[in-house]
C-alpha cells in the first residue's frame, strides 16, 4: 500500500532533504525546462515554448512560489548557458563560456546580466557554483531542487 502522501518524486526529496512544496518543485522543473529550449529563451513566451506550457501559467506558477517571473526566468536562462557550455565543452574538448549561449547584443547588458548570474570568470565553471553566484533567486530549496533536477537530467554535469 502506498503512502498518498508521500512525496511523488522521492528521490529528488531526499536530495533536498525535507519536504519541498508543489510550487516549489513544479517551478523547479520549468526552470529546468528551459535547458532544452533551442535557443536562449528571452521572454516568457519563448520559456513557455520549452516548457509546454503557457507564459501566463509560468507567472502563476512563480507567484505560487513566491518568485518574480523575471528572476525566475533569469535563473533559467543563466542555467541554460552553464549547462550549454558544459556540454559543448565536454563534446569539442575546449572551454566554451555561457555567454557564447546567451542572446543579449547590448554588451553592457549582456556584461551586467553575466555579472548578475555569478560568471564574471568562468575557470570552475559547474551547475553548482552557478546556483551558489548567481543573484536572481535565494530559495535554497528551490535551487537544491533544481541542482538534483539537473543531475538526473545529466548526470555527467
Not at 501566463?56 to 518568485?67: E, Q, S, T
Not at 546556483?131 to 533536477?149: C, M
Request: glycine share 4%.
Amino acid at each position: 500500500m502506498t503512502d498518498r502522501n508521500a512525496p511523488q518524486n522521492e528521490r529528488t526529496n531526499e536530495r533536498t532533504n525535507g519536504i519541498v512544496h508543489p510550487a516549489t518543485a513544479r517551478l523547479a522543473r520549468v526552470i529546468v525546462a528551459a535547458i532544452d529550449a533551442p535557443s536562449d529563451p528571452r521572454s516568457a513566451d519563448l520559456w513557455a515554448v520549452a516548457a509546454i506550457s503557457s507564459a501566463g501559467a509560468l507567472r502563476d506558477w512563480c507567484r505560487a512560489a513566491h518568485v518574480h517571473a523575471h528572476d525566475a526566468l533569469s535563473l533559467a536562462r543563466g542555467l541554460r548557458a552553464v549547462v550549454a557550455a558544459l556540454e559543448e565543452s565536454a563534446r569539442s574538448g575546449h572551454v566554451e563560456s555561457p555567454e557564447t549561449f546567451i542572446d543579449i547584443v547590448d554588451k553592457h547588458y549582456r556584461a551586467d546580466f553575466m555579472s548578475r548570474c555569478g560568471l564574471e570568470a568562468t575557470a570552475s565553471l559547474s551547475v553548482a557554483t552557478y546556483l551558489e553566484k548567481q543573484r536572481f533567486i535565494r530559495d535554497s530549496r528551490l535551487l537544491a531542487l533544481v541542482e538534483a533536477l539537473v543531475r538526473e537530467r545529466s548526470p555527467a554535469l
